[in-house]
């Protein structure tokens, strides 16, 4: 007979914190966010932390690399999509770990043979005013000149005048040579009075820009996350079948960690894919793994090896996982399940294996809770695409901008990958994601701002300065259905918010 648990599963929603004695030790100025991203031993510092407990999703419509790099800027870590060609996803890496903090790769570039109107196409998709022309319209291509919208006139130019006739050209430009670095850049941008500054190496190429505002940006990071050599730290998703060929190019480009990208992770092709890493890499190279909803499958990857272990099943935005197959379970009641038997785990090992809650998270308050629960960490799909940042189109629907979001078991992305139970049919037989609009919420910066000063505060109310301690600390109470609806404003109108 099947196994029945007695327990209902539940979601973050259904979860409150109870305060407990706020001291002068944590006030939300002494909070840290810091938190550990791979196994280590219990006591011991970890190799790599996330300066902020951030990471973003695996997916075609979440992570490119200017989330990449503007996560990183803000402490946590994106892991760049594998449902592309090994090519294209290396790429990703190496330009996100190519922009140092501050020397922007540009995205949006034009040819000399283009016309005002592409000028004009870019400006209203990306805001930039500030496009490089070169010979083949490539971020690196041969540098040719500049277009700001001080170079044309919309009230005069017509709008198939080419780019090079309007083109400030590249004699007439301040550039610099790659090697300098960020502040001296800087010092150029002000002693010529410029906006920005080209960097073309010996050979004529573009190869990255530097912005007045940029620099005064990166001055404002300092929860930027670094490696050794201070390049940005990216991640990269990986899969269960073509991992020798996609591993070594990921790592070959730079990626920090890579992520097994999985609707269900409880299987023999993790584990063999993490022995494989292990044992070609000999430890240096850090796999997570997942997803996992229970304690069963969390001890069978952390005894496989997996640097962290993430935690979902069927409660992403976009996801239809449940209704499709009937499998997953309440994220709340996963993570505190997982949650326990990693606390087991390093008491009966030593080694303690930061886990992520991945999927589900609405509200910058479930970010809280999933912390309370144990996470050490949350990966976000929805949350992130609503930015800026994210590589999809922004949409105007009657009046209100919205973003593209789609998930990976979606017709339009068709990551099978990330579906495969290992039959020998490489495709897509149904699918488990829709592919939707969100509301457009600005850049990633000002929104992860506000979510961390809500965090910050809620661990202050919990006497908490870290995360480690407030999984110590964190006193947790199941909510009744009418308890939610007296949490919410309740029996007036209101008139704002
Ligand atoms: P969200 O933050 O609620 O939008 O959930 C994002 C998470 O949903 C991702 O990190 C994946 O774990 C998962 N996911 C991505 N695409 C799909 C899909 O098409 N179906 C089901 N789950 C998905």
Redesign the pocket.
Known sequence: MATFLTEESRTFNEYLLIPRLTTRECTPDKISLKTPLVRHKVGEEADIYLNTPFMS???QS?SGEEMGVALAREGGIAIIYMSQSIEDQARMVRNVKETKSGFVTSKWNLKPGDTLADILRIKEETDHSTIPVTEDGSPKGKFLGIITSKDYRLSRDSLDKKVEDIMTPAEKIVSAKPGLTISEANDIIWEHKINCLPIIDENGNLNSLVFRKDYEQHKENPLSLLDEEKRYRVGAGVNTRDYEQRIPALVEAGADVLCL?S?DGYSIWQKEVIEWVHSKYDGKVKIGAG?VVSKEAFDYLADAGADFI?I?I????????RETKGIGRGQATACIEVAKARDEYAKKTGIYIPICS?????HDHHITLALAMGCDFV?????F?RFDESPTQKVKINNEFFKE??????KR?R?WQ?YDLGSKNEKMSF????DSYIPYAGSLKDNLGVAIKKIKSTMSNCGSASIEEFHEKAILTPVSNLSIQEGAAHDLTVRDV
């Open positions: 999703a695996c997916m979440v990208d609707s997803n993430k979902g069927g409660g992403g935005s976009i996801c239809i996982t991945d999927g589900g998270i609405v990966m976000m799909g929805r949350y695409a979001y789609w998930g990976e078991g979606s992305a990551s990330r699918v488990e994601g829709v």
